[in-house]
């Protein structure tokens, strides 16, 4: 059983920046996929980002592709997501998933077992 709980969400001005942070408890953290998802109000559940053992092993939707990052810190059980240059349309509540990795598609969220209950982030124009 693992646990997520993310935070650093807030409001913003668009071209800004802000960093999420999701902690882990359980065992075995290093053998948990890592994933970013969004929902905007009114939208279906968007995959943001993924990350299996490391930054090589990175996977990003392309509408945040070259302005966020997601990294891990497996000795801390957690998980980041630096987003940079922020839009109006990257507004929604983030979550953080967990899954043990597979070979399923990292992007579906059918494909992770475990969720925290998300961090809303505002970017105003």
């Known amino acids: 059983q693992v646990q997520l709980v993310e935070s650093g969400g807030g409001l913003v001005q668009a071209g800004g920046s802000l960093r999420l942070s999701c902690a882990a408890s359980?065992?075995?953290?290093?053998?948990?996929?890592m994933g970013w998802f969004r929902q905007a109000p009114g939208k279906q559940r968007e995959f943001v980002a993924a990350?299996?053992?490391?930054?090589?092993?990175?996977y990003y939707a392309d509408s945040v592709k070259g302005r966020f990052a997601i990294s891990r810190d497996n000795t801390k059980n957690t998980v980041y997501l630096q987003m940079n240059s922020l839009k109006p349309e990257d507004t929604a509540v983030y979550y953080c998933?967990?899954?043990?990795?597979?070979?399923?598609?990292?992007?579906?969220?059918?494909?992770?077992?475990?969720w925290g209950q998300g961090t809303q982030v505002t970017v105003s124009s």
């Open positions: 359980g065992r075995a953290f290093n053998t948990y996929r």
């Open positions: 990350i299996i053992w490391s930054v090589a092993n990175a």
């Open positions: 998933a967990a899954s043990l990795i597979s070979s399923s598609a990292y992007y579906q969220s059918s494909a992770y077992s475990y």
